[in-house]
């Protein structure tokens, strides 16, 4: 699977050099690219991304600002000319500290510290449900509804009811295959027998793509 992510830079040149290294990487996916911060808080409202290439010195809020503003679940490389902000970088957990001009080598080598990074989690969670944890195996789930206040999640063998939110779930899920594809259902893509008509086929379960997450769940799936 691809690894999804977005640009946040001011400089026209270095978005370009940027945009062209992720290009000619064939395990990047780029979704979108941002001149400022504000129009990147916006887009990760609606959308997940696993990586930031973030610029720090940008108008009206810079990337430190944008980190400290919000919680953010992907991963960040900051790309700037500012050796000075390394030790805030490494307060705010980022991944890599790209110094402008760099190459593409030392591109790649920030990749592969998420690529690392990603391979190292474990394949199961720990779920709240009623007044106890259960621990699931990421590769027994099917897909995850949601019935009012609870999330139920189907697995290979069983059903588990839970309070977490689907934002929670998302964050637990960040490294697996699991997909949001409607308000009310993620999916894990491995497990997909077919799609009809924006109609997701898992078993005898019919499951909707909603307009919201229509376009994330094709580049998913590498269909444009």
């Known amino acids: 699977m691809k690894i999804t992510c977005i640009i946040v830079e001011d400089e026209p040149l270095a978005l370009k050099r940027t945009s062209s290294y992720i290009r000619k990487t064939p395990s990047l996916d780029l979704l979108a690219s941002f001149e400022n911060a504000s129009e990147a808080l916006v887009y990760l409202q609606d959308n997940t991304v696993d990586l930031i290439f973030l610029d720090i010195q940008m108008d009206e809020m810079t990337g430190i600002d944008f980190l400290e503003s919000v919680h953010i679940d992907s991963q960040v490389i900051f790309t700037t000319a500012y050796e000075e902000y390394a030790i805030k970088g490494f307060e705010l957990n ?29 394949n199961y969670i720990f779920i709240k449900s009623g007044y106890q944890l259960e621990k699931i195996f990421l590769d027994d789930i099917l897909y995850i509804d949601g019935m009012g206040d609870y ?11 839970t309070i977490q939110t689907f934002s929670e779930l998302e964050h637990s899920l960040s490294n ?13 893509l491995d497990k997909i027998n077919r799609v009809e008509r924006n109609v997701i086929i898992i078993g005898e379960e019919r499951i909707p793509i909603s307009n919201t997450y229509k376009d994330d769940f094709y580049r998913s799936i590498d269909i444009s």
């Open 94 to 122: 980022v991944l890599d500290y790209l110094l402008k001009p760099f190459h593409y080598a030392r591109f790649l080598q920030a990749v592969n510290k998420f690529q690392h990074k990603t391979s190292e989690a474990p």
């Open 151 to 161: 999330r139920r999640i189907h697995t290979t063998n069983k059903k588990i009811m």
């Open 176 to 188: 697996s295959s699991l997909k949001r594809v409607h308000k009310s259902y993620m999916v894990a």
